[in-house]
C-alpha cells in the first residue's frame, strides 16, 4: 500500500469563519493542515476557546470549512454536497459525544441499530451485528435496557457500540470521558485502546485533559486556531 493511500485525514489549509454582523467576521481556524494515518489514534487537544469543537464539526463533516481541502478516506469533502455529507458521516465516521445521545425510551439494542438501519442494512444483519458489537464492549447483558436503565459508563459504551455500527473509517470522541467519574472513565478509554489494539480502528479523541491525551500515539495541540505542536504520546 502506498504512503498516500494511508493516509486517511488529510486537511490543508482549513480555514473557519463566522460572520457576527456586517461587516465584522470572526475567524476560528486559521488555515489548518492535518494528516492521520489508517490505525494511528490521535488526540487534539486545547483549552476552550482553542477551536476544538469548531474543528472537530469539520473532521465529522457536520459543518464544512469557509475555505481548504479535506480529503476524508479518499473523499473529497470539500465539494460534498449536503446529501452526500450526510451519507458521509452514516457510513465513515462513527461519533462518540460527553452527552452519549442515545435515544430515550429505546433499548441499548436498537440505539446500537439505528446508524445501519439509515445506512438500509437488513433487519437480521443489524440485530446479529448489534448484539455482536455489544459483547465487545460487554454489555451483552443489558441489551434490552433502555438509557435511563444504564450508568453513564453504560450508556458510553453503548454510544460506542453504536460508533461502530457501520465499521467506520474512524472513530472521532469527543470528550468521552467528561460526563464520566474517573474509575469509570478509565474503563471507557481501555474500550478505545482494545478496539484500537485489537480491531485497528483509526481513533480521533478531541479532549482538553492532557493525562487522557498522553495515552493516544499522538497529541496535537491547538492554540487560538492554530496547531502549535505535533508530539508523540505515550502509547507504545
Known amino acids: 500500500m502506498s504512503e498516500e493511500k494511508q493516509v486517511i485525514i488529510q486537511m490543508k489549509g482549513i480555514r473557519k469563519s463566522f460572520y457576527i454582523g456586517q461587516p465584522h467576521e470572526l475567524e476560528i481556524l486559521h488555515g489548518i493542515g492535518l494528516s492521520v494515518r489508517k490505525g494511528e489514534f490521535v488526540s487534539i487537544v486545547g483549552a476552550s476557546g482553542s477551536g476544538k469543537s469548531t474543528l472537530m464539526n469539520i473532521i465529522g463533516a457536520l459543518d464544512r470549512p469557509t475555505s481548504g481541502e479535506y480529503i476524508l478516506d479518499g473523499v473529497d469533502i470539500s465539494k460534498a454536497g449536503d446529501g452526500e455529507l450526510s451519507g458521509i458521516r452514516n457510513r465513515k465516521i462513527g461519533f462518540v459525544f460527553q452527552t452519549f445521545n442515545l435515544i430515550p425510551r429505546t433499548s441499548a439494542l436498537k440505539n446500537v441499530e439505528l446508524p445501519m438501519l439509515y445506512s438500509g442494512t ?115
Open 122 to 236: 437488513s433487519k437480521s444483519l443489524r440485530t446479529a451485528r448489534a448484539k455482536e458489537l455489544l459483547e465487545i464492549v460487554e454489555m451483552g447483558e443489558r441489551m434490552s435496557h433502555q438509557p435511563s436503565e444504564l450508568s453513564g459508563g453504560q450508556k458510553q459504551r453503548v454510544a460506542i457500540a453504536r460508533a461502530m455500527a457501520n465499521d467506520p473509517a474512524i472513530i472521532l470522541a469527543d470528550e468521552p470521558t467528561g460526563a464520566l467519574d474517573s474509575e469509570t472513565g478509565r474503563l471507557v478509554m481501555d474500550l478505545f485502546h482494545k478496539l484500537h489494539r485489537e480491531q485497528g480502528k483509526t481513533i480521533v479523541l478531541i479532549t482538553h485533559n492532557q493525562e487522557l491525551a498522553l495515552e493516544t500515539e499522538r497529541i496535537l495541540t491547538l492554540r487560538d486556531g492554530n496547531f502549535i505542536s505535533d508530539e508523540k504520546g505515550g502509547q507504545v
